[in-house]
């Protein structure tokens, strides 16, 4: 059965209308999970209604981009409960997302209602795989926050716990559902910008600045670095700290639970195929003339910028002739860009995130990985993780690395 969902990987195009109103109305006729029996037609009969559950942390990590309210509005979905050591951000959790009942823990939770859809919502990802394994080793399918997880083996265990049990892994990297950076793709393969020879990618480099702006940020922008150009085939880097290089001794906790970062001013060079190089740099000096934190795709006859949101803002570059004067090019929004008049509602990360469930949803029923799957987030850790080994080491990281552990962990 095809997909009839849209995303970068080529299924077709629907219109903003479609994507507010969800691109997939999943019916309970649709025997989605673990074998059930096929229900009624009627899609309002409670028995046809799949169960959901959300896990959160209310103070670390809370609930993300509103991933506790993903599965609010489909009427063949049921959010049986919420689990929140806190009681009351627990509270206030299941009363947005219409939740049944209410956990401390979120492995009674999972034992007790036997979910078959699981949103692991906080941000932070100290419990990332114990949650998801939990979730995974309880039949269920899988929606996490990104970052996927801290190490490669982590996710490395995800991913086969997963495909063992037939279940469906996918990450909130919801830029590449965004049907302008979908038509896009069509028109860079349709020679918009001529051979692709670079992407020159860049951090907010706010007060987070180096390690904390590449794990935070970073995981999205390699995420569509990888749907461009290929997955990496290996990286050099440069990271300092206070102007020298780093060593394993700088490594500090982030600001919120999201593993070990070091670094204040980061560079690092990837090697992708068909000979296009990408650069990724994060450095507070910089953020007065990079501007909006994003990708700059650089082609043999144009060069595309794209300027990262949920809905990124896309602009082409119009170079001038040199003359005395000097030469002016001008950046200009692209015109074929369809979401070029949508309204702030259309493109914040509720539209967004909804794109992704549907997409999710449609992936378990066919059979086939998410867009945004657990193996596309762990290319993008992987991408954060090499900068850090080929830093330490001064030497080439060939990709995928065979160290799996996080290189600023002895």
């Not at 015109?335 to 449609?362: H, I, M, Y």
Request: glycine share 8%.
């Amino acid at each position: 059965m095809k997909s009839n969902l849209s995303s970068i990987e080529g299924f077709p195009e629907k219109n903003r209308r479609d994507f507010l109103k969800g691109s997939i109305c999943l019916v309970a006729g649709a025997s989605l999970i673990r074998g059930e029996n096929r229900a009624a037609d009627n899609p309002g009969r409670t028995s046809a209604k799949l169960k959901a559950a959300v896990i959160g942390h209310t103070g670390k990590g809370d609930y993300g981009h509103g991933h506790e309210l993903i599965f609010n509005d489909y009427p063949n979905i049921e959010v049986v409960a919420v689990a929140d050591p806190v009681a009351a951000g627990r509270a206030k959790a299941a009363e947005r997302c219409r939740a049944a009942r209410q956990y401390a823990s979120y492995r009674e939770m999972l034992d007790k209602e036997k979910p078959q859809l699981v949103s692991v919502a906080l941000r932070t990802t100290d419990q990332h795989h114990a949650m998801i394994k939990a979730a995974l080793q309880a039949g269920a399918h899988v929606y996490s926050e990104k970052p996927f997880t801290q190490t490669l083996a982590e996710a490395d265990d995800l991913l086969a716990t997963a495909d063992k049990a037939g279940l469906r892994i996918v990450v909130a990297h919801q830029m590449p559902y965004a049907p302008n950076v979908q038509k896009l793709k069509k028109a860079l393969a349709a020679g918009l910008i001529g051979e692709l020879l670079e992407i020159r990618a860049h951090g907010k480099q706010d007060n987070r600045a180096g390690g904390e702006d590449m794990i935070v940020l970073g995981t999205h922008l390699f995420d569509l670095i990888c749907r461009f150009a290929g997955d990496p085939l290996w990286c050099t880097a440069r990271v300092q700290q206070k102007g020298r290089d780093i060593t394993r001794n700088d490594a500090h906790p982030a600001t919120e639970n999201i593993g070990p970062i070091a670094g204040d001013e980061i560079h690092a060079n990837f090697a992708c195929p068909a000979g296009v190089n990408v650069t990724f740099t994060s450095r507070a000096k910089n953020r007065q003339t990079a501007g909006l934190w994003g990708l700059e795709l650089i082609g043999s006859k144009g060069a595309v910028k794209i300027l990262t949101e949920a809905i990124p803002k896309i602009y082409l570059l119009k170079s001038g002739d040199w003359t005395a004067q000097g030469r002016t090019n001008e950046w200009y929004p692209w015109p074929e860009d369809p979401t070029l008049n949508w309204s702030t509602a259309e493109k914040s990360f509720g539209p967004s995130n909804r794109r992704l469930v549907d997409d999710w949803l449609d992936a378990i029923r066919t059979n086939r990985d998410p867009v945004s799957s657990g193996r596309s987030a762990t290319k993008a850790l992987e991408m954060v993780l090499a900068v850090y080994e080929a830093a330490l080491t001064g030497r080439r990281v060939a990709m995928p690395m065979t160290k799996r552990t996080h290189p600023l962990e002895a």
